[in-house]
Structure formats: C-alpha cells, structure tokens
C-alpha cells in the first residue's frame, strides 16, 4: 500500500514550486495551519478556563500581600480574626501573661497546678503534681495558638507527627488563663491527649497536610502548614488567576477565581457553612471543598430538627435559616457582613436592618418611641446568649461563651431592655 500511494503523490507533485498558482495554494496551505494552530489555543484556553479553581496547595499558594499587591483595598482583611485564627506562638499572639504571679493556673484539686513559661527555646505549659520534694511534671510546648482571642484561644502542641490540644487555654473576658473547654477537660486532671482532627485545622486554617493513619486522625506533615484563614481559603488558589491577570492576553480569560458574589444563593450560604453549618462529618479529605461547589459532596453537616435546639456556637447557618427574614428574602451572610473588614459595631450592623424594615415595623416604636429602638435592633432581635458548648469549668463554676443569636426574632424577654 505505502509505496503505491508515495508514487501516487510524487506523481502529482509540482516539478517548479515557484510557478504563481503553486504559490498561491502554498499560501493557502499555509493559512490552513495558522487558522488551525490559533483555532487549537482558543479551544484549549477555553476549556481552560471553564476549569473551576482549586483548592489551594503550598505549591499553587500566591500569599495575602501578592493578591494586595493589585486588591489593596482588601488590605484591612489582614486585622480580621478570620486572618488570625491560627498562629505561630510569640509574645504578641498568646495573650496570656507569663510574668511571675500571673502565669499559674489553680483549681479545684490542690495536688495539681498548671505553670505557663518562656523562654528562648519557646513558650511551654506545664502540669505540676503534687507538692514539694515529691512533685512531677509534664511540660509541652506550644506549637500553634488558635482562636483570635475574641473570646479566647486554645494551644496545640507536637508530640512527633501528631498534634494535640493543651489543657490550659485562655479567657479574653477576665484575661486569665483557664481550663480548656469541653467535656474533654475536667477541673482537677490534666488532659494531654486529645488529639486534634483535620477538620479543626479545616475551619481555623488554610492548609495542612494530614497524614491518612487509621487509628490516629491527629497525624499531620506540619512542614508546609499555611496558617490562618488567607484569601485563598475562601478564593480558591492563586497562582492561576494571578497569572492569568498578569498576562498580556489577559482580557480574553475569565478570572480564573472565586467570586463568592457570582454564585447562587445556596453556594454562597454554602461557603460559609463549610465552616460556621456546625461540625458535620467529613465523606472526604480535609480542605478539598471549594466554594462554589456542592458542600454535601465534602461533609454531611447536621440538619437540627425543628424544635430541636441549636446552640449560638458553631451552627449560625441552621440558626439564620429559621428566621422569617432569611426565609422570606433572599438575604445571605453577606447582607451584613464584609468578611475583609472587623465589623463589631451592633449600632452599624442595625443599620443592615433598614435595608429591609423601617424603625417604625418595630412594635415598641409606637409605644416607647424611636429612642428605644433606633440603632439598637440588634440588642434586642439577635441578643447575646450562653453557649452551651464553650464551657469552661474554674473553680467549681461554669463559664459560658457568649454570642449572637442569628435566629433573628422577637424575644419576648427583650422588650425593656
Ligand atoms: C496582578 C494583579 C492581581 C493579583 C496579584 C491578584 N488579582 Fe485578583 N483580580 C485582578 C484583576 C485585574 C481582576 C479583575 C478581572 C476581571 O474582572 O476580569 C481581579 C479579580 C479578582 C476577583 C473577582 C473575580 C470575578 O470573577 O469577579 C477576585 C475574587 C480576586 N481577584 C481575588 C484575588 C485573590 C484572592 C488574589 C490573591 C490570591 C488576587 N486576586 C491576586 C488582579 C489581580
Ligand atoms: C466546623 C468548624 C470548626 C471546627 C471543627 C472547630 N472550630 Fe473553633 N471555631 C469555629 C468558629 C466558627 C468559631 C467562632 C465562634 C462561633 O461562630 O461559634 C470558633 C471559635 C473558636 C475559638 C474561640 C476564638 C475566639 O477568639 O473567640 C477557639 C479557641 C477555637 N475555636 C478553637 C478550636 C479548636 C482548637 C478546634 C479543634 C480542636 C476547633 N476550634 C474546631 C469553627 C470551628
Ligand atoms: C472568609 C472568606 C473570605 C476571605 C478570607 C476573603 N474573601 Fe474576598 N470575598 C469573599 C466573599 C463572600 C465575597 C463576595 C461578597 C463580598 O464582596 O463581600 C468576596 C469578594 C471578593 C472580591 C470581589 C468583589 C470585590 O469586592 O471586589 C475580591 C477582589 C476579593 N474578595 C479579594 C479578597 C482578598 C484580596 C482577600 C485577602 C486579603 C480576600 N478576598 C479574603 C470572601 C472572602
Ligand atoms: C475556613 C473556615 C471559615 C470560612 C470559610 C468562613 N469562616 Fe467565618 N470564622 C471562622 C472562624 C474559625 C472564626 C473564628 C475566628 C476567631 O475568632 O478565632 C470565624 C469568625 C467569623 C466572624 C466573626 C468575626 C469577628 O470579628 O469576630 C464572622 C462575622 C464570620 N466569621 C463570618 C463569615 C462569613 C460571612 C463567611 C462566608 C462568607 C465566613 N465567615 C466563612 C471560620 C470560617
Ligand atoms: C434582606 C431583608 C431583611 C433584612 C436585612 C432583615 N430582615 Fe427582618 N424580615 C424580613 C422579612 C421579609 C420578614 C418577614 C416579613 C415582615 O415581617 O416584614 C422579616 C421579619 C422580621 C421580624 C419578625 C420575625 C418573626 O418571627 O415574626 C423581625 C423581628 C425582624 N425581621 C427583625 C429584623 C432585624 C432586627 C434585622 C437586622 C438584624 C432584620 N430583621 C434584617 C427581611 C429582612
Ligand atoms: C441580619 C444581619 C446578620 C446576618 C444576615 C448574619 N449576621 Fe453574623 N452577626 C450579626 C451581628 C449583629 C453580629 C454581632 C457583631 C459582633 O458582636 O461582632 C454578628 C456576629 C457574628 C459572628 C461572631 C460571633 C457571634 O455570634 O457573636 C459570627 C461568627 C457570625 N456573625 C457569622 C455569621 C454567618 C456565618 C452568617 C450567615 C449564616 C451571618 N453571620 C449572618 C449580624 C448578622
Ligand atoms: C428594646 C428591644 C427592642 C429593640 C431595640 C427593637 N425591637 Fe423590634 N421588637 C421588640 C419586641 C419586644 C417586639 C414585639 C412587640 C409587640 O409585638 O408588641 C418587636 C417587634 C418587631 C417587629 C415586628 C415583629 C412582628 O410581630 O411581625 C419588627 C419587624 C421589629 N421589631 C424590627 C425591629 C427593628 C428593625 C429594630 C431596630 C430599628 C427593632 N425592632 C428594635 C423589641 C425590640
């Protein structure tokens, strides 16, 4: 066959190349190709670019200050406590105090006594038994510090490749170092060993990289951990996009990132509940989720039964979800939150109210005037509560972290406050 076809060929070909309809076809063959070659590149960046952005990696990571770089007007995410919700230990991020006097945990069994200390190989808690000559201790050192401190951090520490949390933490209110809350530490013994999930670094962090072992969960390469909640946790990774931005041909692709704000409603409530819709399980590994996507393909988050109570920690999707406000608008988290700045202000977030109601809906306005209500919606309709999950036992009482109801609501108990 092969040859018959090659004399075939040669046959036909072109003794003089040069004569001027040879030519034009040469052109046109050539014209071919381009179109064909140009033809390939738009099919192949276009299906590019339908790609939805990944996960980020430490190899994709681009950092905060690149993505400010051009975003600049961001740049007050950097204070957020999303930003500081997990971070190295120094001075400057443990609260605590570890000046003499101050840095001594008591409790209820007067055989055991908790000692925080610095020194320049670190910052350590350590758990004293006993008195005097007989006493023993177990000393760990901090590793990460997590919680911004809003309400107060907790501490975890190596032990090998596996992390753990410390048994001391530390309360903002009355700024003192206290138990560890849960039913994991009780008043008087000195827990070290529970093991820290994925999933707790999967709402406090960017990245890390848990090592699968069965029989413990609490197995992670700490090398090329990203701390804190960056851009990217919430963007997808940055590489791509930065990339795609910094191109010449930059106007012909899409971003080539997440923005939250081009999702449907249920995606973008979903990006919040990968971390605020309560604990859930995971069906897959730790941070594979990113917005935009289907949240129940990556954890089953629980679904509280009508009268069934949720707590005013963890669950602020479940709880907003009940409100007549939410289910009778198309209200989201970010009808009142700007997750790139600190917003602490009820009087200011009250204000999100009137973008919907009028000081006037309010049933006290008619009867104990505007004064009584202007400014102050908040207070009254998502008031401060207990949870019953932040629990911390000192001195034989219990103390509660207190939050916002997002069920918005009349609370029939409000009505003089
Ligand atoms: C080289 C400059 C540059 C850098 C660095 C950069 N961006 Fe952008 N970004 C842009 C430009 C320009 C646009 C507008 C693109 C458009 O509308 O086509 C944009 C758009 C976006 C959008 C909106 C996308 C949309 O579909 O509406 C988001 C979100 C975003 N950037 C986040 C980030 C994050 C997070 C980082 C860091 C990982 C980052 N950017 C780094 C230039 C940059
Ligand atoms: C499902 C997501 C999720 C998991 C898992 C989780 N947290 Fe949190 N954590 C939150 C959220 C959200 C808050 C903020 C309070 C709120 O909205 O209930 C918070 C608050 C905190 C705070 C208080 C921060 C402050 O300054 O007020 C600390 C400390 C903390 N978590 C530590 C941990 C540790 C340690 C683990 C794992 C052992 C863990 N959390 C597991 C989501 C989570
Ligand atoms: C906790 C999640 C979260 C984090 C972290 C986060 N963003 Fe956003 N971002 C959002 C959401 C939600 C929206 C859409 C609603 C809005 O604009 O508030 C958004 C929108 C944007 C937009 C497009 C709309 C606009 O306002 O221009 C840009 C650009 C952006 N973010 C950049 C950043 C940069 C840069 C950082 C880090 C410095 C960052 N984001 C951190 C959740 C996040
Ligand atoms: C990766 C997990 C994660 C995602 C995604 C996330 N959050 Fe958070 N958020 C947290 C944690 C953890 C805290 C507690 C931080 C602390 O105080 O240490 C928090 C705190 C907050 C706070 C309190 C801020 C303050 O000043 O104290 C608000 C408001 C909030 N988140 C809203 C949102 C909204 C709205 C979204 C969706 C656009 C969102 N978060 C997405 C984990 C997350
Ligand atoms: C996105 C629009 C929107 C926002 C923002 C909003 N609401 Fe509503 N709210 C509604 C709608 C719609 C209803 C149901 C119809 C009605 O009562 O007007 C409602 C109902 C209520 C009710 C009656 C609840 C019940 O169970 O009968 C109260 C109280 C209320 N809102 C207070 C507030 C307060 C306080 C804020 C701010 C913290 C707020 N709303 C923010 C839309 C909104
Ligand atoms: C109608 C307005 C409104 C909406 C919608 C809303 N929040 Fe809030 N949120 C508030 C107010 C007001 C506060 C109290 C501000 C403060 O003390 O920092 C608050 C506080 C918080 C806090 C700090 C912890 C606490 O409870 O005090 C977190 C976390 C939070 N919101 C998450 C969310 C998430 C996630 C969503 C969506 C499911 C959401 N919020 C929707 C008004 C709102
Ligand atoms: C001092 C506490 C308090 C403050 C502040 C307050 N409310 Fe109310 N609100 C109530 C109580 C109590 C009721 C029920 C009154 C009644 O039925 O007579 C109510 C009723 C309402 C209702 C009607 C609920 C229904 O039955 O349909 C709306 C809407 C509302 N408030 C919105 C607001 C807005 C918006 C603000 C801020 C401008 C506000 N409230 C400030 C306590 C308060």
């Not at 961001?74 to 605590?96: D, M, V, W």
């Not at 530390?170 to 070290?192: C, D, L, T, V």
């Not at 090592?211 to 851009?231: K, R, W």
């Not at 999702?263 to 309560?278: D, I, P, S, V, W």
Request: charged share 20%; hydrophobic share 35%; net charge positive.
């Amino acid at each position: 066959m092969l040859p018959r076809i090659s004399t075939v060929r040669a046959g036909s070909l072109p003794r003089d190349p040069r004569t001027p309809r040879k030519r034009q076809q040469r052109w046109a063959a050539a014209f071919v190709t381009v179109a064909a070659i140009a033809i390939a590149i738009v099919v192949m960046t276009s299906s590019h670019s339908h790609k939805w952005p990944e996960a980020v990696r430490p190899a994709t990571f681009v950092g905060d200050s690149t993505c400010l770089s051009c975003h600049g007007e961001k740049a007050s995410f950097e204070g957020t406590a999303h930003r500081i919700t997990t971070q190295s230990p120094s001075r400057a991020t443990i609260l605590g105090s570890f000046t003499s006097g101050e840095n001594v945990l008591r409790n209820a069994n007067s055989d055991l006594h908790f000692r925080m200390d610095a020194d320049s190989t670190g910052f350590y808690q350590t758990a004293v038994f006993a008195h005097g000559a007989d006493s023993t201790s177990r000393r760990e050192r901090i590793a990460i510090v997590a919680g911004s401190g809003r309400g107060g951090q907790s501490y975890l520490y190596w032990k090998g490749d596996r992390l753990y949390q410390l048994p001391v933490s530390y309360w903002s209110s009355n700024h003192r170092w206290i138990n560890s809350p849960g039913p994991a530490y009780i008043e008087g013994q000195a827990n070290f060993a529970r093991g820290v999930a994925p999933r707790c670094l999967e709402c406090h962090a960017t990245w890390i990289e848990a090592v699968p072992d069965l029989s413990h969960e609490n197995t992670f390469q700490a090398q090329g951990a990203i701390l804190g909640i960056t851009c990217e946790r919430c963007h997808g990774e940055g590489k791509t996009h930065v990339a795609t931005e910094q191109s010449p041909l930059h106007s012909l692709h899409s971003p080539q990132i997440v923005n939250p704000a081009h999702l449907t409603r249920e995606r973008q409530m979903e990006a919040c509940a990968q971390c605020h819709g309560g604990l859930g399980t995971p069906k897959i590994p730790s941070f594979t989720y990113v917005a935009g996507q289907r949240l129940d393909n990556y954890v089953d988050l629980p679904v509280p039964g009508p009268n069934e109570t949720v707590d005013v920690h963890g669950n602020k999707v479940a709880l907003l979800e009940r409100s007549r406000c939410f289910r009778e608008s198309k209200m989201t988290c970010t009808t009142c939150h700007d997750v790139h700045r600190t917003q602490r202000d009820t009087t200011a977030l009250s204000g999100r109210c009137l973008t919907c109601h009028q000081e006037q809906s309010c049933g006290l306005f008619a009867t104990r005037g505007r004064a009584a209500v202007a400014g102050r919606c908040v207070t009254c309709h998502m008031p401060e509560q207990s949870s019953n999950l932040i629990v911390s036992a000192l001195e034989g009482e219990k103390k509660q972290a207190q939050m916002r109801n997002h069920w918005i609501k009349v609370y029939p108990e409000t009505a003089n406050r």
